[in-house]
Nanobody, 125 residues
Framework: QVQLVESGGGLVQAGGSLRLSCAAS????????MGWFRQAPGKEREFVSA????????YCVDSVKGRFTISGDNAKNTVFLQMNSLKPEDTAVYYC??????????????????WGQGTQVTVSS
């Protein structure tokens, strides 16, 4: 049984930082690409960042480039999202997701196989 458990969300002032973690179990980490998505109230779930273990490539949406960094610890089956210079518009529930894929991870939520329960990130102005 695959489980993804996010942690690290919270309330932070604009300009602050948070580090999200996603602990995965029940899957062979090296065979999956891991992604972070977010969903703000009244909006669709959107792609934030992803990492492909094959080649160690990372991808992120333009709105977070230079501020967010995705990384992972293959030995611990954990992926991280370091979020710096947070803005109020980053406020959302952040979800970790996994897709059975070697190579470039997809940016569409429907292509992911497994999801975590989400963690709330609130950035105050």
């Amino acid at each position: 049984q695959v489980q993804l458990v996010e942690s690290g969300g919270g309330l932070v002032q604009a300009g602050g930082s948070l580090r999200l973690s996603c602990a995965a179990s029940g899957l062979t980490f090296s065979s999956y690409a891991m992604g972070w998505f977010r969903q703000a109230p009244g909006k669709e779930r959107e792609f934030v960042s992803a990492i492909s273990w094959s080649g160690g490539n990372t991808y992120c949406v333009d709105s977070v480039k230079g501020r967010f960094t995705i990384s992972g610890d293959n030995a611990k089956n954990t992926v991280f999202l370091q979020m710096n210079s947070l803005k109020p518009e980053d406020t959302a529930v952040y979800y970790c997701a996994a897709v059975f894929r070697v190579g470039v991870p997809p940016g569409a939520a429907y292509e992911y196989d497994y999801w975590g329960q989400g963690t709330q990130v609130t950035v105050s102005s």
